[in-house]
């Protein structure tokens, strides 16, 4: 995807002026058109801008707490009864210092004619393309309100779990940061210190002393091919990172390992029946609803099931049976899909098998990050512990030989 920098007058003769980001120029000024606009200029925009010139902190970028509030209250504006133009007059006034010209945008290209979906597809780093999907599929559905409403939740509980995570990972992490610091501390200033002790007594210093000393030397020797070599394999990896194959390859890994696989599954399969159980809930065809879920799957092995649901679901089958590849791994959920589909309520019965995934995702994780603690700290423990007996053992060696 390129993105443009485009000048263009509306249907009502002003001129406007943003970004849109297409596959060629062509399919940008197509984009345009359709929304109404009648492109004068339109260039590949420029490239991203200095780090030193960047917001480090993250204030010119819209995020999950973002989206949140302005979704809560474009929901809640639309369900009194306001028309969507007017909803967000009011919530642009109220809207973070990032989000307010994309609202501006939002709110121009409604006045002029388009639909609220089509506006938030021209801001796809506001806008990721699950939330625009669902809601395109509440515009033709008419039920718009329900489903910012559902989506808002989903969005929090996604927030939710990624706090509860993060705070969670915050004490193992302060317990690798000091053991580090501890450890730099021992070789980098009490084993250079100790190593003259045993100068001239005949007597080797001990293993711990002289491994290190070594690794001290290592250091300070080679710091720069280390440091450097460090920064390329992190921007191989950035660079690999969003390719297709190494995300499948990412994908398989994660459903071996053995504690993470069911973290991954659960978090899966809450998000896939939690959209699509709202969808249904509003009145939106399956086979368009399976559609605009696919994308939200992260994992490659749920966006094959979920295409492959889609293929089957054309072909007159069922939603249980084109998911049938995940039945290694969630059979429960299959077998409650397959009875609301018989009792006719499959909506329901996805938004129930969610909240079962959401709930039992939280309690892995807790669980994960119980054992981890104590588990890092015990390392940790046993690494400084060890270091320090043998910087003991070596100073007692040094008194005996005085003596």
């Known amino acids: 995807m390129v993105r443009f920098a485009y000048r263009a007058y509306a249907a009502d003769g002003r001129a406007r002026a943003g970004m849109i980001e297409a596959e060629t120029r062509q399919r940008a000024v197509a984009r345009l058109r359709a929304d109404g606009l009648q492109v004068f200029a339109i260039a590949p925009a420029a490239g991203p801008a200095a780090f030193w010139n960047r917001d480090l902190f993250g204030r010119d970028r819209v995020n999950d707490a973002a989206r949140i509030a302005f979704l809560r209250e474009f929901g809640t504006l639309l369900g009194a009864g306001l028309t969507v133009d007017r909803a967000l007059r009011l919530v642009e006034r109220q809207a973070s210092a990032a989000l307010r010209p994309v609202l ?74 000091m053991a580090i610091g501890t450890v730099a501390m021992i070789v980098g200033v009490l084993v250079p210190a100790l190593a003259p002790l045993f100068e001239g007594t005949g007597q080797a210093p001990p293993f711990a002393i002289r491994a290190a000393a070594a690794l001290g030397a290592g250091l300070s020797a080679g710091w720069p091919w280390l440091l450097g070599g460090a920064a390329l394999a992190a921007l191989a990896l950035a660079r690999l990172w969003p390719q297709p194959a190494f995300a499948a390859a990412r994908g398989r890994l994660a459903l071996r390992l053995p504690l993470v696989r069911e973290i991954v599954i659960g978090i899966e399969l809450g998000r896939i029946c939690r959209v699509l159980g709202t ?86 994780i807790d669980r994960l990050l119980a054992l981890l603690t104590p588990l890092v700290t015990v390392t940790i423990g046993g690494l400084i512990g060890g270091l320090i007996l043998s910087v003991m053992g070596a100073i007692l060696s040094v008194g005996q030989l005085a003596q």
Not at 122 to 147: C, K, N, S, W, Y
Not at 309 to 335: F, I, K, Q, V, W
Not at 338 to 362: D, I, Y
């Open 279 to 364: 969808l249904l809930d509003a009145q939106v065809p399956i086979p368009d609803a399976v559609a605009a879920t696919r994308p939200l799957a992260g994992n490659r092995l749920f966006r094959e099931a979920l295409e492959e649901a889609g293929r089957r679901l054309a072909e007159g089958g069922s939603l249980a049976s084109g998911l049938a590849s995940l039945r290694p791994h969630a059979p429960s959920t299959l077998n409650l899909i397959a009875s609301g589909e018989q009792v006719n309520r499959l909506g329901s019965v996805l938004t129930h098998a969610a909240a079962m995934h959401e709930t039992q995702t939280r309690q892995r």
């Open 104 to 177: 501006a945008d939002l709110l121009e290209r409604v006045v002029g004619g388009a639909s609220l979906s089509r506006a938030m597809a021209a801001h796809p780093q506001a806008f990721p393309r699950d939330m625009v999907d669902i809601v395109r599929a509440g515009e033709a559905t008419g039920t718009l309100t329900d489903v910012i409403a559902s989506l808002t939740g989903s969005i929090e509980r996604r927030d939710a779990v990624r706090r509860h995570l993060v705070s969670a990972l915050i004490y193992p992490a302060l317990l690798v940061v």
